[in-house]
């Protein structure tokens, strides 16, 4: 009952926090420029992602223990979406968004967030706490932990970017997120009725699922005014927040790393070939462009409700495989399909490179 409430509490708050900002976000000049993008529609406000920000944290604040770790998510939140609806206007350099977003993952660490081990596939985990460094800060003693706060703000970066990447179809980011954070909040359901789960694994498990519910409820009524026809533009704001809010949901879980790469795989993967072919001709990896994985399904000649549809049926059979996975198959399972997921990925991409190459000889 507890869920269900939060569920239609976060869904009714984002609902009028929208209907504000059809209201007052044009008065106050917020809106896109459609014409620059050769669209035939009136401005719409931009960016309506603050929203997400703005409803989620004020209830974790009101429905949630106090703790340093919720402390440390609001604010390292609320300073990645403030820059961020700023950069959705200005356009900042790339070398100054990177330096915020290892600041913003930097806070979640110091304040307690981290990801301590990772599954081993063939069995046991990798400890990344083995190595650790002791600091004293005015009489305060902080262990640094190289290799697992490395990875926890690496792991942070990683997936906000990924998520971020997502945006180039009205909708596609506030759906894929909605399937993530359902398969999420299922995820902590399993573990707290798991018989192998310890009681504070279930408090940690019960935890997170609910703080899922909450971002589900507000992702779900906003894809409705985010989806065809578009109501709101979500931006870099909202984007970049449901990143990291997932990213921080999957250590919350006790660090189910390789579950958050399957139900995240189609984003992820995308984010590292696109990435990598940037580098190669050296540009920066997060510059934008339109060589995506939705946008090869585009130039295949698929429609944007097509596109749109599809890969939230991918992200679903991902987030359902996530969780069958979890109940009956080890690490290796989850590493397997993820594995599959890179391949489609891989192969999509260089048949599609070929069949553009062939037009460009006209054949």
């Not at 209201?23 to 917020?30: A, D, I, N, S, T």
Request: net charge neutral.
């Amino acid at each position: 009952m507890q869920h269900l409430s939060l569920l239609l509490i976060s869904g009714i708050c984002t609902l009028l926090s929208l209907v504000v900002v059809l209201k007052v976000f044009p008065l106050m000049g917020l809106v896109d420029r459609p014409w620059d993008y050769g669209l035939d529609r009136a401005p719409i406000p931009y960016p309506a992602g603050v929203v997400i920000y703005i409803v989620f944290s004020l209830l974790a604040f009101l429905f949630f223990p106090h703790t340093k770790e919720l402390t440390g998510m609001i604010i390292a939140g609320g300073i990645l979406t403030l820059y961020s609806a700023f950069d959705d206007r200005m356009r900042f350099k790339a070398g100054s968004k990177i330096f915020l977003h290892l600041i913003v993952a930097a806070i979640i660490v110091i304040t307690g967030t981290g990801i301590e081990v990772i599954s081993n596939p063939f069995g046991g985990v990798f400890d990344l706490t083995l190595w650790s460094i002791p600091l004293q800060f005015f009489g305060h003693t902080y262990t640094l932990m190289p290799l697992a706060d490395g990875f926890t703000i690496l792991w942070i970066f990683f997936v906000m970017n990924a998520i971020n990447l997502l945006d180039g179809i009205p909708g596609l980011v506030s759906g894929v997120g909605s399937i993530a954070s359902a398969t999420l909040w299922g995820l902590g359901i399993l573990l707290v009725l798991s018989p192998h789960t310890t009681p504070l694994e279930k408090e940690a498990a019960m935890h997170f699922s609910q703080l899922a519910i909450l971002l589900l409820g507000t992702l779900l009524v906003f894809n409705r005014f985010d989806i065809f026809p578009a109501k709101v533009i979500i931006g870099d704001s909202g984007a970049m927040f449901i990143g990291f809010i997932l990213a921080l949901l999957s250590i919350y879980s006790g660090g189910k790393v390789a579950t958050t790469l399957i139900v995240l795989g189609l984003p992820l993967v995308d984010m590292v070939w696109v990435a990598i072919r940037r580098i190669m001709r050296g540009e920066s990896p997060l510059k934008a462009d339109s060589n995506h994985y939705h946008h090869k399904l585009l130039r295949l000649g698929l429609s944007e409700k097509q596109v749109l549809y599809s890969m939230y049926a991918i992200s679903t059979l991902l987030g359902g495989a996530s969780l069958i996975l979890l109940l009956y198959f080890q690490s290796l399972g989850k590493y397997i399909v993820f594995a599959l997921i890179l391949i489609l990925i891989t192969v999509t991409s260089i048949l599609l490179i070929k069949h553009e190459q062939d037009e460009k000889r006209g054949f």
